[in-house]
Nanobody, 124 residues
């Protein structure tokens, strides 16, 4: 059974940086089609932030392009999200998720494995 555990959230001022980590336990990290970061604010659906697919393709939401970088360490089975130049609108609970589905990467219903979330708060 694969488990995902996020860490690295916190509170920063606008313009600051944070690095999120998602540690996978279990055998499937390198076999998932997509390892993805989502974020969610109260009352809204999770929003796809960035994904790294098994074929090497990396995709970002337009709102984070040029500021966020997704990466993966396959030896340590860890997914990262480097977030620079943070803005107050980036405030959310951030989740890592994984799927074997090759459907639309930013659709949360396609994901079968989720972490518990880590809070990111950006103050102006």
């Amino acid at each position: 059974q694969d488990r995902l555990v996020e860490s690295g959230g916190g509170s920063v001022e606008a313009g600051g940086s944070l690095r999120l980590s998602c540690a996978h336990s279990g055998p499937s990290f390198g076999r998932f089609w997509a390892n993805t970061w989502f974020r969610q604010t109260p009352g809204k659906e999770p929003e796809g932030v960035a994904t790294q697919r098994r074929d090497g393709v990396i995709l970002y939401a337009d709102s984070v392009k040029g500021r966020f970088t997704i990466s993966a360490d396959y030896r340590w089975k860890t997914l990262y999200l480097q977030m620079n130049n943070l803005r107050p609108e980036d405030t959310a609970t951030y989740y890592c998720a994984a799927t074997f589905s090759t459907a639309v990467w930013h659709s949360p219903v396609e994901y079968t494995h989720w972490g518990q979330g880590t809070q990111v708060t950006v103050s102006s």
